[in-house]
């Protein structure tokens, strides 16, 4: 028989009922990851709407790889797919694409922040309310959305997913403003957090950003259609020309009367995030102006010139390392080799959780290339430490590759603090460099020299003279600790909601 409680826990943790084994490879693999956010996209007025957000949503695959969905409106009905995995799995093919009519359309890739990897919880959702349907698709968290939940479950909303995202739908479907746009943004001035929304009426087109700007959201044009999305990638990949970010706090709509732009927030000073940079946007994308493969290889630069050490080769952990290396032997002048070569093929479902499997888990994702390394004194680049786990497999590697030393560079700072806005990082006593030394550190990766970016390096890096404690310019907390929003869900101390306990669907 079913238990109820352990059903709930599976909508709530997507790790819930895995064996030991199971979490122990796992945390070893994604260990040194930063795990994805989400990406958004949406267009208005072109009659490949769908095609073509399923266009837009293959360039922003990295940004999440668990589920995607499209919503198209025809001028009379709403068309939803919505589907677990990646976006070439579903929406490559025709005659999903023809089941999606319509000259407008958003859609979503998904890596879950809240409420587990379940068909339920992919975006967009969907909710019919008094005005009309409305689709909403968000990159972002909000750090007060679980208690909005509550209040909202308490005064009698029934809620059909894990996800908070679902929680702006019910604000806006309370909200007793005569106009839609007021609804909307009535919802917005209730959550906390960080969004970067794309939403989409039976009239409109909708985007809107938190007053930090945390989240990335820009503007492009596809012959005089517009187009909303997390970066400007999925623009260059169907021919758009790039307009402008949208601002931090700005409401921007799109209907049959052009454009109308809503700024329903007191200015404050934006701190968008600086993993855009270090990790999460694809380096072909612009963020803010800055072009994301300068900035990774300006860490490295920095980064070379903070620590380096006689070596004989410059080694990125791939791909995500690969420009910091750069930047990093260009200013060093050692010499860039591929030492690590990534098996791209590689899915979870193929992994299984035996000991012997758990033992070459990395090298399944990873391979020394002995010819680059061999007898030689390398430096391992790598964008981030989470865990710790990871790397040290990598810097065995390269030892049995025949590594005469192996010395381990970051590119950022050490993670010392947990995030709230959609970055999946563990508590502070999961993150290796909150709970250890820098010499600790070092002996357990087994690497004979670590060390990180500085924090003002990385603002250098940025072109800023450092970091100014009193204004600083992007959100920063894993880092820090300086959180740029309120942490209200982080004070409470009522357990999470379970009210899908009973609802298990084949996905």
Not at 270 to 277: G, K, L, V
Request: proline share 6%.
């Amino acid at each position: 028989m079913r238990n109820p409680d352990q059903d709930a826990q599976r909508d709530l943790d997507p790790k819930a009922g895995l064996s030991p084994a199971a979490l122990e490879l796992q945390d070893d693999l994604e260990g040194d990851t930063l795990r994805e956010e989400c990406g958004v996209f949406g267009i208005y007025g072109h009659p490949d709407a769908a095609a073509i957000t399923a266009l837009g949503l293959h360039a922003l695959q990295h940004r999440g790889q668990e589920a995607a969905g499209i919503v198209s409106y025809d001028g009379n009905r709403f068309h939803s797919e919505r589907r677990l995995g990646l976006v070439g799995d579903t929406f490559s093919r025709r005659e999903v694409i023809d089941r999606l009519p319509g000259t407008v359309a958003v859609g979503h890739v998904r890596y879950s922040t809240t409420g587990a990897t379940i068909l339920r919880n992919v975006q967009p959702l969907f909710a019919e309310l008094n005005a009309g349907g409305l689709a909403v698709a968000h990159n972002g968290n909000l750090t007060n959305g679980l208690t909005l939940r509550r209040e909202l479950v308490r005064n009698g909303a029934m809620m059909q997913s894990t996800t908070d995202t679902e929680v702006i739908l019910h604000l806006v479907a309370r909200s007793r403003r005569s106009r839609f746009i007021e609804r909307y943004v009535d919802a917005l001035r209730e959550i906390e957090g960080a969004y970067a929304l794309v939403s989409l009426t039976n009239k409109k087109l909708i985007g809107a950003r938190d007053p930090r700007g945390i989240r990335p959201l820009v503007l492009g044009d596809l012959d005089g259609c517009p187009i909303l999305t997390s970066e400007t990638c999925a623009l260059d990949i169907i021919g758009a020309r790039f307009v402008r970010d949208i601002e931090a706090g700005e409401v921007i709509v799109f209907d049959e009367n052009g454009m109308d732009i809503h700024k329903p927030f007191p200015p404050i000073a934006p701190r968008p995030c600086i993993f855009e940079y270090i990790y999460f946007s694809r380096p072909d994308s612009i963020v803010h102006g800055r072009s994301v493969y300068e900035v990774r290889k300006a860490f490295g630069a920095q980064l070379a010139r903070e620590s380096h050490v006689p070596v004989d080769v410059v080694v990125p952990v791939p791909d995500s390392g690969v420009p910091a290396a750069v930047g990093y032997s260009q200013h060093s002048g050692v010499p860039f080799e591929l030492g690590i070569i990534r098996n791209h093929y590689v899915g979870r479902t193929f992994i299984q959780p035996t000991q012997a499997i758990r033992e070459s888990g990395v090298r399944m994702k990873h391979s020394a290339n002995r010819a680059a390394i061999e007898g030689k004194r390398i430096i391992l680049i790598d964008d981030s430490l989470v865990r710790g786990t990871t790397s040290r497999k990598i810097v065995r590697m390269m030892r049995d590759a025949g590594a005469k030393e192996v010395h381990f560079r970051l590119a950022s700072p050490p993670i010392l603090y947990p995030d709230y806005y959609g970055i999946d990082l563990p508590d502070r006593g999961g993150l290796l460099a909150a709970t250890h030394s820098l010499d600790e550190m070092r002996e357990i990766i087994g690497a004979d020299s670590l060390a990180f970016l500085s924090i003002d390096g990385m603002y250098r890096a940025m072109g800023e003279p450092g970091r100014d404690p009193a204004n600083p310019k992007f959100s920063d907390h894993c880092f820090t600790g300086a959180y740029p929003t309120h942490l209200t869900d982080q004070t409470q101390t009522e357990p999470q909601p379970r009210q899908l306990s009973l609802l298990a669907e084949a996905s």
